[in-house]
Nanobody, 121 residues
């Protein structure tokens, strides 16, 4: 199985920055795309950014130009640099990964527990 652990959340003022980290551990053969979702109170989960093993990332329109997702395959980790934060960015940020636990198993989505980001003055 794959365990995903996020870190880096916190409370920040509007216009501030945070850097989230997510590391994957456990027993797996391959990890394909990884990404960040967020869930605000009373709202559904939305995809913030994804990044393939190699190639260009993709972003939610509202975070383009402010957020940057990056990946270190040697550490099975992804990061989310968030600049210019607004109260609308508040939510639980959840790491996800598409992985195979054996060479013959199907790809599955795994999820972390999330890290809270609060943007408030």
């Amino acid at each position: 199985q794959v365990q995903l652990v996020e870190s880096g959340g916190g409370v920040v003022q509007p216009g501030g920055s945070l850097r989230l980290s997510c590391v994957a551990s456990g027993t797996f053969v391959n990890i394909h795309s990884m990404g960040w979702f967020r869930q605000a109170p009373g709202k559904g989960r939305e995809l913030v950014a994804t990044i393939p093993p190699a190639g260009s990332p993709d972003y939610l329109d509202s975070v383009k130009g402010r957020f940057t997702i990056s990946r270190d395959n040697t550490k099975n980790s992804i990061y989310l640099q968030m600049n210019g934060l607004t109260p609308e960015d508040t939510g639980v940020y959840i790491c996800s990964a598409a992985a195979r636990v054996t060479s013959w198993s199907n790809w599955r989505d795994f999820w972390g527990r999330g890290t809270q980001v609060t943007v408030s003055s």
